[in-house]
T-cell receptor, first 106, second 113 residues
Framework: AQRVTQPEKLLSVFKGAPVELKCNYS??????LFWYVQYSRQRLQLLLR??SRESIKGFTADLNKGETSFHLKKPFAQEEDSAMYYC????????FGQGTRLTINP | DTAVSQTPKYLVTQMGNDKSIKCEQN?????MYWYKQDSKKFLKIMFS???????INETVPNRFSPKSPDKAHLNLHINSLELGDSAVYFC????????????FGPGTRLTVT
């Protein structure tokens, strides 16, 4: 069965510190991976897609097929980054990870 | 010019009642979805429609019945509501089944008392 695992339910870092949100997937074919963000009481918004290899709001994510990972990284966290982050696999079966609540402390 | 809209935003009702949530997208997308987000913020797909045809039907009780009158609308009707149905329900759309990038509605917070 296809799975997306985000091992950390909660992650707390200080402002200005680097942040990494982990995501591992299980899918035998070519995955379609995304990161979505949900700010407090708002709708989910697309943050990144793996095929574009872009940086949005300072975040990047690299697909590592060997480790079946798609970790989300930002070198210097900002307070406005506090939110729920979801890793999503969209090839064949649509699966969200369990989500990681990121809190940036001042 | 909202892309994906849902009504109502909040819904409070008693056990046993029947209720509907409506969703509309003006993006010209072919595919629409319903997701349930539980109290632990876990998101799970319930249904997917492509051009008014049911494509994905996860293990959801028969009390939940989606209806797509046209490809811009996907409504969710719930019969005999139970306490466990309390959740936030998100509608989403994507360009097509093979383009999984999703655009989400604002969510409907359903509370069953």
């Amino acid at each position: 069965a296809q799975r997306v695992t985000q091992p950390e339910k909660l992650l707390s870092v200080f402002k200005g510190a680097p942040v990494e949100l982990k995501c591992n997937y299980s899918y035998s074919g070519s995955p379609e991976l995304f990161w979505y963000v949900q700010y407090s009481r708002q709708r989910l918004q697309l943050l990144l897609r793996h095929i574009s290899r872009e940086s949005i709001k300072g975040f990047t994510a690299d697909l590592n097929k060997g480790e079946t990972s798609f970790h989300l990284k930002k070198p210097f966290a900002q307070e406005e980054d506090s939110a729920m982050y979801y890793c999503f696999q969209g090839a064949q079966k649509l699966v969200f990870g369990q989500g990681t609540r990121l809190t940036i402390n001042p | 010019d909202t892309a994906v809209s849902q009504t109502p935003k909040y819904l409070v009702t008693q056990m046993g009642n029947d209720k509907s949530i409506k969703c509309e997208q003006n993006l010209g997308h072919d595919t629409m979805y319903w997701y349930k987000q539980d109290s632990k913020k876990f998101l799970k797909i319930m249904f997917s429609y492509n051009n008014k045809e049911l494509i994905i039907n996860e293990t959801v009780p028969n009390r939940f019945s989606p209806k797509s009158p046209d490809k811009a609308h996907l409504n969710l009707h719930i019969n005999s509501l139970e306490l466990g149905d309390s959740a936030v329900y998100f509608c989403a759309s994507s360009l097509s089944m093979i383009t999984p990038e999703q655009y989400f509605g604002p969510g409907t917070r359903l509370t069953v008392t």
